[in-house]
């Protein structure tokens, strides 16, 4: 296997090369937008072409050069499907195999710095690609993206410890400059995972962190779910303010309440990303939304004007989160997701009768 291991420094982000000797072809994991001159480049001279490039997570500190590359290179990206990325070509799961040539990689999901994260590991166990799931000697943070400290231990110790000792760990990161660890380093010396350490006593420790917000997670996140494209579209400074009472979740997430959403506004759209199956039971598509099932979505808004005031819509609020999310790293201005979804739009009916306004 050609190996390559490369670094963002302003993000402190390893990007991966991977090929294929022999039939030259190749992927990248976690590419940074504004290293895609410099890979290119690589992949040139090492006469390699990229057909894949692989996401660890929906990230908050850097914007994927995934979207770039593909349409300057025409590579595939690869993301987990839990992660919600729309712009993604192949939404990948646990135990799913992606071929890079003869080199096979397989998904092992490992949630818990964000609900998205998996991690790829070689077909021989040699080499484990963890991004934040497993940092040498430490491990991502769990405070923000749906990030649960507990689910981070039961990823790590059944995922990734549970590999060879001498599996390579290369990590999404590392900030004092170590470039690469192993299962056995890790699962010893790791001051918060390893040596034994009871998911009671890692839990503690990760609520004790107290770190501030990345300062580009309300640029990144939304962007990333559209494959790093627009990355400007969803910066404070292209977000339309004042045309709804929207709230800013700490993930990136533009909400508007149920309360809102249920007086009249004729200029908004809305739109339910709904599978259509569900739109016959008991929570109906309200009369004035039109129905864009999520995995269209991307697709069917793309021509769409940026400026039009859009609330998207499903059933708890959580899918058209990240459909917000998406469409404003596309680059729609006035785009928020209906809090709490048809659940509690209803719940908000039975209350409360009809609303003012
Ligand atoms: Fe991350």
């Given at each position: 296997?050609?190996?390559?291991?490369?670094?963002?420094?302003?993000?402190?982000?390893?990007?991966?090369?991977?090929?294929?000797?022999?039939?030259?072809?190749?992927?990248?994991?976690?590419?940074?937008?504004?290293?895609?001159?410099?890979?290119?480049?690589?992949?040139?001279?090492?006469?390699?072409?990229?057909?894949?490039?692989?996401?660890?997570?929906?990230?908050?500190?850097?914007?994927?050069?995934?979207?770039?590359?593909?349409?300057?290179?025409?590579?595939?990206?690869?993301?987990?499907?839990?992660?919600?990325?729309?712009?993604?070509?192949?939404?990948?799961?646990?135990?799913?195999?992606?071929?890079?040539?003869?080199?096979?990689?397989?998904?092992?999901?490992?949630?818990?710095?964000?609900?998205?994260?998996?991690?790829?590991?070689?077909?021989?166990?040699?080499?484990?690609?963890?991004?934040?799931?497993?940092?040498?000697?430490?491990?991502?943070?769990?405070?923000?993206?749906?990030?649960?400290?507990?689910?981070?231990?039961?990823?790590?110790?059944?995922?990734?410890?549970?590999?060879?000792?001498?599996?390579?760990?290369?990590?999404?990161?590392?900030?004092?400059?170590?470039?690469?660890?192993?299962?056995?380093?890790?699962?010893?010396?790791?001051?918060?995972?390893?040596?034994?350490?009871?998911?009671?006593?890692?839990?503690?420790?990760?609520?004790?962190?107290?770190?501030?917000?990345?300062?580009?997670?309300?640029?990144?996140?939304p962007?990333?779910?559209?494959?790093?494209?627009?990355?400007?579209a969803a910066?404070?400074?292209?977000f339309?303010?004042?045309?709804?009472?929207?709230?800013?979740?700490?993930?990136?997430?533009p909400?508007?309440?149920?309360?809102?959403?249920?007086?009249?506004?004729?200029?908004?759209?809305?739109?339910?990303?709904?599978?259509?199956?569900?739109?016959?039971?008991?929570?109906?598509?309200?009369?004035?939304?039109?129905?864009?099932?999520?995995?269209?979505?991307?697709?069917?808004?793309?021509?769409?004007?940026?400026?039009?005031?859009?609330?998207?819509?499903?059933?708890?609020?959580?899918?058209?989160?990240?459909?917000a999310r998406t469409l404003e790293g596309?680059?729609f201005?006035?785009v928020?997701?209906?809090?709490?979804?048809?659940?509690?739009?209803?719940?908000?009916?039975?209350?409360?009768?009809?609303?003012?306004?």
């Open positions: 296997m050609l190996f390559r291991q490369l670094f963002d420094p302003e993000s402190s982000t390893y990007t991966y090369l991977i090929a294929d000797p022999v039939t030259r072809e190749a992927a990248l994991i976690d590419p940074v937008i504004d290293q895609v001159e410099r890979d290119a480049q690589l992949l040139r001279e090492l006469d390699l072409t990229l057909v894949h490039t692989l996401e660890t997570h929906a990230h908050a500190d850097h914007i994927t050069g995934s979207g770039l590359l593909r349409q300057r290179l025409g590579s595939r990206s690869v993301v987990s499907a839990a992660a919600g990325a729309l712009c993604a070509d192949v939404k990948v799961a646990d135990g799913d195999k992606v071929h890079i040539g003869g080199i096979t990689l397989e998904v092992r999901a490992t949630p818990g710095h964000t609900s998205g994260c998996v991690s790829y590991v070689t077909g021989d166990h040699k080499d484990a690609f963890t991004g934040d799931a497993l940092l040498i000697r430490g491990c991502g943070r769990t405070d923000f993206q749906q990030g649960d400290s507990a689910t981070l231990y039961d990823s790590v110790h059944q995922q990734i410890f549970s590999l060879p000792d001498d599996t390579r760990i290369w990590p999404g990161h590392d900030y004092r400059g170590r470039t690469m660890s192993t299962v056995g380093e890790e699962k010893a010396f790791n001051p918060r995972l390893g040596g034994g350490r009871s998911k009671d006593k890692f839990v503690s420790i990760m609520s004790e962190l107290n770190l501030a917000l990345p300062s580009k997670i309300d640029v990144a996140v962007a990333n779910l559209a494959c790093g494209l627009a990355p400007q910066s404070d400074a292209s339309e303010r004042g045309w709804a009472p929207v709230e800013r979740l700490s993930d990136g997430t909400e508007v309440s149920v309360e809102w959403v249920r007086q009249a506004h004729p200029e908004v759209r809305l739109v339910d990303v709904r599978e259509v199956e569900e739109l016959g039971g008991e929570l109906p598509k309200l009369e004035r939304a039109e129905s864009v099932v999520l995995d269209q979505l991307a697709v069917r808004m793309a021509d769409a004007p940026r400026e039009e005031p859009i609330v998207i819509i499903c059933r708890s609020g959580r899918r058209s989160a990240g459909a596309m680059g201005k006035r928020a997701s209906m809090k709490g979804g048809m659940l509690a739009y209803l719940e908000a009916e039975d209350a409360g009768g009809t609303c003012a306004g």
